[in-house]
């Protein structure tokens, strides 16, 4: 088998974790093909609220490690917000204690307990990564076009008939079929854009266990409004009553969100599973599977930290 057909990989999915895990590799020297049903902005990364914080994601033994890899790469890119979408910004995680997470959140740069001017009860504050997916979805592919990537749009129903001799399956959701994994399931989420009326500092607040959260997330295109957990529904229409009652809920903490003008609905599916699956699987022809997918509602916040995981497994696959 000649060089260039032996060193090059095909990335299968264009979300946030199928960009980020060919930019790792492309800027390595691997030669990398993204395939993807869709365009970068047509994906589900693109609606998400991108906030980074391991949310709903297992397992958790690992998702720390993973999630502050990530942490660390998105504050060297909150030096250029305009370019890569992202920014460090301040807020509230409600209803939370530093006690109740894992050893992850006491090495998060200056997590502490809000006080009292900030949250009226148990709540975290930080600094933290907030992202423009419409801004860092581009960037990412451009990024990895740079690096000698190419972006091709194509559909698939079969994993192993992809033609490389490794092959990295960053399909999320999709991954139900193509794989086929019966564990993954959508997780609907809901969100409302409005005008923003002001305010500079997001907040949240979620029961992991609960279908309903309160979150709002400063954007420059407006301010982001949710959301909704449903678990098992793959309607992607937006429902007028639970719009509704996210504005509701954000305006009982900040109440100008009541009169601010609705400028978009959003619904995506989360790819959610058990557990992460990120392993290497070798097919009877000999040649290699990378699985990465499966990231919930924390794509985002682990992207680069599976990222390098998936590219030791795919370097593995190579030797």
Sequence with gaps: MESGVRDEVIVVGGGVIGLTTAVVLAESGVRVRVWTRDGVELTTSAVAGALWWPYRIEPEALVGEWALQSLG???????????????????????TRLDELGPWARRVPGLRAARAGEYGGDGLWGR??????????????????????????????????????????????????????????????????????????????????????????????????????????????????????????????????????????RVGLRPARPAVRLERQVLPDGRVLVHNYGH???GITVAWGCAREAADLVRTGRD
């Design 296 to 298: 919930g509602g924390a």
């Design 128 to 265: 933290l990564p907030l992202i423009d997916m419409s801004a860092h979805l581009p960037w990412l592919r451009d990024r990895f076009l740079r690096a000698g990537g190419t972006v091709e749009e194509v559909s698939i129903t079969d994993l192993t008939g992809v033609p490389a001799p490794v092959v990295v399956n960053c399909t999320g959701l999709a991954s139900l079929d193509l794989v086929p994994d019966p564990s993954m399931r959508p997780v609907r989420g809901q969100l409302v854009v409005v005008e923003n009326p002001g305010i500079t500092t997001w907040f949240t607040a979620a029961e992991h266990a609960s279908d309903t959260s309160t979150y709002f997330f400063p954007q420059p295109f407006g301010l982001i409004l949710g959301g909704t957990a449903d678990d098992d529904v793959w309607s992607t229409e937006p429902d007028p009553a639970t719009a509704e009652a996210i504005v509701a809920r954000c305006a009982a903490v900040r109440p100008e969100i009541a009169t601010a003008r609705v400028l978009a609905h």
């Design 73 to 95: 790469v998105y504050e060297e890119l909150a030096a250029r917000p305009e370019e890569t979408g992202v920014r460090m910004v301040e807020g509230v995680q409600g209803g």
